[in-house]
Each structure stands twice: as structure tokens, then as C-alpha cells.
């Protein structure tokens, strides 16, 4: 027990205040300086950007990783490849956020108009007969584009902990409804999503906590070029940019502490319930 | 019934999409590996069982291997450097017109001499005064290059461009790291979860606060702290240790979380058992929890394997960028910067940094879909 309190107090909770605490002092951590750094982040059109991304990410992530969760996690539990399909769609969950960097930049790849295409997205667009674009240099929508890998890396998660959810529901309950003629579509959405409920608030905020500090992936592709900035690089590029500036990095730090704050509470509310149960 | 069919083939059929949308790009990756790394550069790797046309440029022999044969002044050789599998389709002598012939076919230069290519790259020149050249003739050549997949790329990056100590260095860091938060979080939760003490609640309750508290509020605090025990030591602040014990901290919540979990689930009439017996707090952990804990532990440590092993952040903050210490991820996103148009490289290093994951993944899915499952619940 002591080591483990003895760890726990040296790297998260001494850090934790010791974050706050830089906050208000300048880039050496020696002189106090009040609430300019916060004054400069609201002010800082990079900082701007950032936040603007991290809802941006927050909204689209998450939502689309539990729906295409759960219909992947439904069809196939229709099929009799379900199996071996769930193990190709889960194995990303492997994959380093900078190796799926690697690939998924191989499939952006684009070479001039005219060229034979090596990056397959290009290739497919050429052979139908449109422009070949540099897909991550796209202001704004190059946002979508590393999105889609968070999702194409989350998506088995979800997936996975929604299958064991519908493998739960009472098959008594799902037969009395198709006998009184319920069509599937029916049972859907009337009885399973209810059903799951809480299962995808606890996919939705464990993948919502992941997205808040996406890092590897934005650093790994444009390093926040072309309007693609997040908070967790933005801090890393604040922390080592000219010797380091440990009052403009831990503000940023504490805006992305912010984020969690909601989850932290509910969750204690749950921890609570459970233990007067 | 006609209906039901219907929706089964759509099942099949958007699954079968879906699947396909997922595995294609780890797929591409995989091929390209394995491709020569002048076809990777020209051309997409779904033609890497096809046969391609690629232009080169070659140099002809220089003057001084001619010889003299019945008054002719002669030059052989080979352009396409006797690869068998390679066929020459179009040639030219001049960039301006470089498909100007169809191999096999006899071309008269300009200063009179003959030049004869074949389609499998052997020439025969002939001129009836000698050769003077000192550089060779430019010889514009349109070649078909049949398929060819090769191990050579790995060889490249796992011996020189240093991917094999990385993966050591990454071994290095993995296994230290996931092996201590998993003992000590054992003691924690088996205390958390059977041992009555003073402010036992408080401190599970600050433990899952501390489950969702972003790694970058540490990252600050904690370099200084390394910066200024290694300055008072006189040793470099990023070493191994600092990142085992940095790796440790940071997945610890997590660790006590789910072994408490699973601690407290099992049955508690053993524990009382064994207490009524005499037995030690210490011989209950160790004769009872830890052999029942085997399955939670097999979970639990592959998700902190898995983890460490993927991790960039930390490992860019604790470890430096020296050869000996730079692991698989962070010489990766190195790479992808210093050879971003080398594909070769690139795809094939990360497929040597997936490698383990892959088959850890593979072979131990059960466990680790087990733990991904219960680290969920964290919320």
C-alpha cells in the first residue's frame, strides 16, 4: 500500500497542484504573474484554434465510434463470419496511434495531378475521374481526416464492449417482442438502445477522455499545421519551444484538466451509489 | 421469409464493406513493405502483382572497353545489368523523344555508329572510327519490371537505419514498466478492498478522480523534479528509471481500480477462513489472491503492455533522442519527418513497431479484450 500512495502522490497528485500552482508564474515558474497567462491563451489565435478542434473532436469522435459501434457490434452478431470479422475491425486497437499515423498518411499520399496516384484515397478519386488533393493540408476539413483515424483505431472498443452488452439483454424479453410482431427495426431501437443505455455513456466518456488528449496523431501528421492544432500539442510545442515556457504549457494543461472535470464527478456520484449499495 | 433473407444480406453485405474499409489500409502497408523501393515510389501498391512499366535512364560503357573486330570498332554490354526478369519495351537517345524505338531494333547515331538493343538490355555497338567518349552514351529506356516482393527493406531499417536497437529500447522500457505497476497495485487493491483502515474510502475515492486526470498535468512538474535530481546527482535527467517509474504512476489508478474490482469479487467467506486459521495478511495475498488473480492479472498487464508500448508523449518527455534510448514510436514519428517520401522505410518501420502488438493481440485476444472491457468501465 505504501509504495503504491507513496507513487500516486509523487506523479499525480504533487503534479496536479504543482500544475495549478505554475500556472500563474511565468515561463521559469519564479516570478508570480497573476492571471496573464490565461489572458494570453484567450488571446493566442493558436490557443483559439486549439479549443476550437478539441470540441470539434469531441463532438465527432465519440458519436460516430459508438454508432458505427453498434451496428458493426449488431450485424455481426447476425452473421456466421461475426467472429473473425469483430477480430480484423478490433485490430487497430493494437496499433500504435503513430504507426495507424503511418498508415493512414500512406493513404493520403498525393502526388501532383498527372502522376501515376500511390496513396490509395487519391487513386480511387483519379479513377473516377476527379482531382487528386493533398488531403492533409485542407484547411478545416484536413480536421476530418485525422479524425477518421481516431475512429478508425476506436471503433473496435466500442464495438467490442457492445457486444458483450447485447449478448446480455434476456433473450425471453426479445422473443416476446418479435411474437407480439415487433419488426427488428422495432426491437432496435425500443428495446435494445434503451437497454444499452449505459453502456454507451460509458463507451461515449471513455473515448471522449481519450479525444481530449489526442496528441500522437496530430503531432505524428501535420504537427498542427494548417488549422489542425489541438491543446495536447499545443502544451507539448509550449513546454519545449525556446528552453520551455512552464506557465503558458500548464494553463494549457489545465484546459485540457477542465474537459474532465464533468466525467470525474459523475464518475465519484457512481463510486458513491455503488458503495451504499 | 422473403424479407428476413433480404435484411441477412444486407448484414453480409454492409459488414463485409465495413470490414474491407478497415483492412485495407493496414493491408497497403503490409504490401508496401515488402515491395523493391523503386516500385513503392511510382507506383500504388495494389499493382504489386502486376507487372509495371517504369523509365529509366542508363549510362552506356565507356569508350575504353571497346575492341576491334574485322575493322569495326565494338561495344557490348548490358543495360539492364543482366536482370533476367526485367524486359526492355521502348527505347530512345534523346530526352526529347525517349520511347522513340521498339526493342529488339537498330539505330543509327548521329556521328554514324549503330546501336543495337535487345529486349533483354544487351547492346551491340559498332562504329567504323573509335570511340572517343569518356562518360557513357545516355540511353533513355522504358522497362517492364515484373512483380518482385523482398525482405531487403527490413534488413535496411532494422540494421541501418537503426530500428533494431529501437526495438530493444522499447523492449527496454515495456517490460520494467509493466511488471512494477502490476505489484504494487496487487498490494494496493488487496488492501483497498479487505483491510479496515482510517480514510480507506477517501483514498479509493481520490484513486478514481485520479483515473481520468490527462498525463499532461504531470508532464511539467514531473521533468523538473527529474531535472533537478539529475543536476544534484550529476546524471542525465532522462533515463530508464525515470520513465519505468513515470509509466508506473501514470497507469497505477488504473491498476487498483480493476484489481480491486476483481479482488473484492471473490468470495469473502475464504478470507474469513483463512483469517480464523491465523493466517498473516501477507500469506492470504500470496496463497490465496495472487494464484486466483492469474486471468485479471494476464488482462490487466497486456492492456499496460500494450499501452507503454504504443505510448509516444512519455517517452518523447523521459527519454532522450540518443540511440540508445529512443524508442520504436518516437523513432518513428522521427522518421516520418526525415524520409517523408521514402515509403519503403516508412511503411516497413511501421510494421516492425506493429509487430509486437500484433502478435500479442493475436495471440492473447481473449485477455487483452477481457481487460480492454473492464478498463473501460473506468468511465
Same mark, same amino acid.
Given at each position: 500500500?505504501?509504495?503504491?500512495?507513496?507513487?500516486?502522490?509523487?506523479?499525480?497528485?504533487?503534479?496536479?497542484?504543482?500544475?495549478?500552482?505554475?500556472?500563474?508564474?511565468?515561463?521559469?515558474?519564479?516570478?508570480?504573474?497573476?492571471?496573464?497567462?490565461?489572458?494570453?491563451?484567450?488571446?493566442?489565435?493558436?490557443?483559439?484554434?486549439?479549443?476550437?478542434?478539441?470540441?470539434?473532436?469531441?463532438?465527432?469522435?465519440?458519436?460516430?465510434?459508438?454508432?458505427?459501434?453498434?451496428?458493426?457490434?449488431?450485424?455481426?452478431?447476425?452473421?456466421?463470419?461475426?467472429?473473425?470479422?469483430?477480430?480484423?475491425?478490433?485490430?487497430?486497437?493494437?496499433?500504435?496511434?503513430?504507426?495507424?499515423?503511418?498508415?493512414?498518411?500512406?493513404?493520403?499520399?498525393?502526388?501532383?495531378?498527372?502522376?501515376?496516384?500511390?496513396?490509395?484515397?487519391?487513386?480511387?478519386?483519379?479513377?473516377?475521374?476527379?482531382?487528386?488533393?493533398?488531403?492533409?493540408?485542407?484547411?478545416?476539413?484536413?480536421?476530418?481526416?485525422?479524425?477518421?483515424?481516431?475512429?478508425?483505431?476506436?471503433?473496435?472498443?466500442?464495438?467490442?464492449?457492445?457486444?458483450?452488452?447485447?449478448?446480455?439483454?434476456?433473450?425471453?424479453?426479445?422473443?416476446?417482442?418479435?411474437?407480439?410482431?415487433?419488426?427488428?427495426?422495432?426491437?432496435?431501437?425500443?428495446?435494445?438502445?434503451?437497454?444499452?443505455?449505459?453502456?454507451?455513456?460509458?463507451?461515449?466518456?471513455?473515448?471522449?477522455?481519450?479525444?481530449?488528449?489526442?496528441?500522437?496523431?496530430?503531432?505524428?501528421?501535420?504537427?498542427?499545421?494548417?488549422?489542425?492544432?489541438?491543446?495536447?500539442?499545443?502544451?507539448?510545442?509550449?513546454?519545449?519551444?525556446?528552453?520551455?515556457?512552464?506557465?503558458?504549457?500548464?494553463?494549457?494543461?489545465?484546459?485540457?484538466?477542465?474537459?474532465?472535470?464533468?466525467?470525474?464527478?459523475?464518475?465519484?456520484?457512481?463510486?458513491?451509489?455503488?458503495?451504499?449499495? | 421469409?422473403?424479407?428476413?433473407?433480404?435484411?441477412?444480406?444486407?448484414?453480409?453485405?454492409?459488414?463485409?464493406?465495413?470490414? *474491407?474499409?478497415?483492412?485495407?489500409?493496414?493491408?497497403?502497408?503490409?504490401?508496401?513493405?515488402?515491395?523493391?523501393?523503386?516500385?513503392?515510389?511510382?507506383?500504388?501498391?495494389?499493382?504489386?502483382?502486376?507487372?509495371?512499366?517504369?523509365?529509366?535512364?542508363?549510362?552506356?560503357?565507356?569508350?575504353?572497353?571497346?575492341?576491334?573486330?574485322?575493322?569495326?570498332?565494338?561495344?557490348?554490354?548490358?543495360?539492364?545489368?543482366?536482370?533476367?526478369?526485367?524486359?526492355?519495351?521502348?527505347?530512345?537517345?534523346?530526352?526529347?523523344?525517349?520511347?522513340?524505338?521498339?526493342?529488339?531494333?537498330?539505330?543509327?547515331?548521329?556521328?554514324?555508329?549503330?546501336?543495337?538493343?535487345?529486349?533483354?538490355?544487351?547492346?551491340?555497338?559498332?562504329?567504323?572510327?573509335?570511340?572517343?567518349?569518356?562518360?557513357?552514351?545516355?540511353? #533513355?529506356?522504358?522497362?517492364?519490371?515484373?512483380?518482385?516482393?523482398?525482405?531487403?527493406?527490413?534488413?535496411?531499417?532494422?540494421?541501418?537505419?537503426?530500428?533494431?536497437?529501437? #526495438?530493444?529500447?522499447?523492449?527496454?522500457?515495456?517490460?520494467?514498466?509493466?511488471?512494477?505497476?502490476?505489484?504494487?497495485?496487487?498490494?494496493?487493491?488487496?488492501?483497498?478492498?479487505?483491510?479496515?483502515?482510517?480514510?480507506?474510502?477517501?483514498?479509493?475515492?481520490?484513486?478514481?478522480?485520479?483515473?481520468?486526470?490527462?498525463?499532461?498535468?504531470?508532464?511539467?512538474?514531473?521533468?523538473?523534479?527529474?531535472?533537478?535530481?539529475?543536476?544534484?546527482?550529476?546524471?542525465?535527467?532522462?533515463?530508464?528509471?525515470?520513465?519505468?517509474?513515470?509509466?508506473?504512476?501514470?497507469?497505477?489508478?488504473?491498476?487498483?481500480?480493476?484489481?480491486?474490482? #476483481?479482488?473484492?469479487?471473490?468470495?469473502?467467506?475464504m478470507f474469513e477462513a483463512a483469517r480464523v486459521d491465523g493466517a498473516s495478511h501477507y500469506q492470504i495475498f500470496m496463497k490465496i489472491?495472487?494464484?486466483?488473480?492469474?486471468?485479471?492479472?494476464?488482462?490487466?498487464?497486456?492492456?499496460?503492455?500494450?499501452?507503454?508500448?504504443?505510448?509516444?508523449?512519455?517517452?518523447?518527455?523521459?527519454?532522450?533522442?540518443?540511440?540508445?534510448?529512443?524508442?520504436?514510436?518516437?523513432?518513428?514519428?522521427?522518421?516520418?519527418?526525415?524520409?517523408?517520401?521514402?515509403?519503403?522505410?516508412?511503411?516497413?518501420?511501421? *510494421?516492425?513497431?506493429?509487430?509486437?502488438?500484433?502478435?500479442?493481440?493475436?495471440?492473447?485476444?481473449?485477455? *487483452?479484450?477481457?481487460?480492454?472491457?473492464?478498463?473501460?468501465?473506468?468511465?
Amino acid at each position: 500500500m505504501a509504495p503504491a500512495l507513496i507513487i500516486l502522490l509523487v506523479y499525480l497528485i504533487y503534479p496536479v497542484s504543482e500544475t495549478i500552482r505554475l500556472s500563474f508564474f511565468d515561463n521559469y515558474g519564479r516570478e508570480f504573474t497573476g492571471v496573464s497567462n490565461y489572458v494570453w491563451a484567450l488571446n493566442d489565435s493558436d490557443f483559439r484554434q486549439s479549443i476550437l478542434n478539441n470540441f470539434l473532436w469531441l463532438i465527432v469522435v465519440p458519436t460516430t465510434c459508438t454508432f458505427l459501434g453498434l451496428t458493426i457490434a449488431t450485424l455481426a452478431d447476425r452473421v456466421w463470419w461475426g467472429v473473425f470479422a469483430k477480430t480484423l475491425i478490433f485490430m487497430p486497437m493494437a496499433i500504435s496511434f503513430v504507426g495507424a499515423s503511418v498508415i493512414w498518411k500512406f493513404v493520403y499520399e498525393y502526388r501532383g495531378a498527372g502522376n501515376d496516384q500511390i496513396g490509395i484515397l487519391n487513386a480511387i478519386i483519379v479513377y473516377f475521374g476527379g482531382d487528386p488533393h493533398a488531403w492533409i493540408a485542407i484547411p478545416f476539413w484536413n480536421n476530418f481526416f485525422l479524425m477518421v483515424i481516431m475512429i478508425w483505431i476506436q471503433t473496435g472498443l466500442a464495438m467490442v464492449i457492445f457486444s458483450a452488452a447485447l449478448r446480455a439483454i434476456p433473450e425471453e424479453t426479445l422473443e416476446a417482442a418479435r411474437i407480439d410482431g415487433a419488426s427488428e427495426v422495432r426491437i432496435f431501437f425500443y428495446i435494445i438502445i434503451p437497454f444499452l443505455s449505459e453502456t454507451i455513456v460509458v463507451i461515449w466518456t471513455t473515448i471522449t477522455i481519450l479525444v481530449l488528449k489526442v496528441f500522437d496523431i496530430v503531432l505524428a501528421m501535420t504537427n498542427g499545421q494548417w488549422g489542425t492544432e489541438v491543446l495536447a500539442n499545443l502544451m507539448f510545442d509550449w513546454m519545449f519551444r525556446g528552453g520551455g515556457d512552464s506557465g503558458r504549457g500548464s494553463t494549457i494543461a489545465l484546459f485540457i484538466m477542465l474537459g474532465v472535470i464533468p466525467i470525474m464527478i459523475w464518475n465519484l456520484r457512481r463510486f458513491k451509489m455503488e458503495q451504499e449499495r | 421469409m422473403k424479407h428476413l433473407s433480404f435484411g441477412k444480406f444486407l448484414a453480409h453485405f454492409f459488414l463485409l464493406i465495413i470490414v *474491407f474499409i478497415w483492412v485495407i489500409p493496414t493491408f497497403g502497408l503490409l504490401i508496401s513493405s515488402l515491395r523493391d523501393k523503386d516500385q513503392v515510389a511510382l507506383t500504388g501498391w495494389w499493382t504489386a502483382l502486376k507487372h509495371n512499366e517504369f523509365n529509366e535512364i542508363v549510362r552506356t560503357e565507356k569508350s575504353t572497353v571497346q575492341f576491334e573486330e574485322n575493322g569495326v570498332f565494338v561495344i557490348t554490354g548490358n543495360l539492364l545489368k543482366n536482370s533476367s526478369s526485367k524486359s526492355v519495351i521502348n527505347f530512345g537517345i534523346t530526352s526529347k523523344n525517349p520511347k522513340a524505338f521498339k526493342a529488339p531494333s537498330k539505330v543509327t547515331m548521329k556521328n554514324g555508329s549503330t546501336f543495337y538493343l535487345q529486349k533483354d538490355g544487351s547492346y551491340r555497338w559498332t562504329s567504323d572510327k573509335a570511340f572517343k567518349h569518356k562518360k557513357g552514351k545516355r540511353v #533513355f529506356l522504358t522497362v517492364n519490371t515484373p512483380p518482385s516482393l523482398t525482405l531487403e527493406n527490413y534488413k535496411e531499417v532494422l540494421v541501418f537505419r537503426g530500428l533494431g536497437q529501437s #526495438f530493444i529500447n522499447s523492449l527496454t522500457v515495456a517490460v520494467p514498466s509493466t511488471i512494477i505497476p502490476l505489484i504494487i497495485g496487487a498490494f494496493a487493491a488487496y488492501a483497498l478492498s479487505w483491510m479496515n483502515f482510517y480514510g480507506r474510502d477517501l483514498i479509493f475515492a481520490t484513486i478514481v478522480c485520479l483515473l481520468v486526470v490527462p498525463l499532461q498535468m504531470s508532464l511539467i512538474p514531473i521533468l523538473t523534479v527529474y531535472n533537478q535530481i539529475g543536476s544534484f546527482f550529476g546524471v542525465s535527467a532522462k533515463s530508464y528509471v525515470g520513465i519505468w517509474l513515470a509509466h508506473t504512476g501514470f497507469g497505477l489508478p488504473l491498476k487498483i481500480f480493476l484489481l480491486r474490482n #476483481f479482488i473484492k469479487s471473490l468470495p469473502h467467506e475464504m478470507f474469513e477462513a483463512a483469517r480464523v486459521d491465523g493466517a498473516s495478511h501477507y500469506q492470504i495475498f500470496m496463497k490465496i489472491i495472487l494464484p486466483l488473480s492469474i486471468p485479471a492479472f494476464a488482462s490487466i498487464g497486456i492492456l499496460q503492455f500494450l499501452w507503454v508500448w504504443n505510448d509516444l508523449l512519455v517517452a518523447l518527455v523521459f527519454l532522450d533522442k540518443m540511440p540508445s534510448e529512443i524508442v520504436l514510436t518516437s523513432r518513428l514519428r522521427e522518421m516520418l519527418g526525415e524520409f517523408s517520401q521514402n515509403w519503403e522505410i516508412l511503411t516497413t518501420s511501421a *510494421f516492425v513497431s506493429m509487430i509486437v502488438p500484433l502478435f500479442v493481440f493475436l495471440s492473447l485476444q481473449r485477455y *487483452f479484450i477481457r481487460g480492454l472491457v473492464a478498463g473501460s468501465v473506468k468511465g
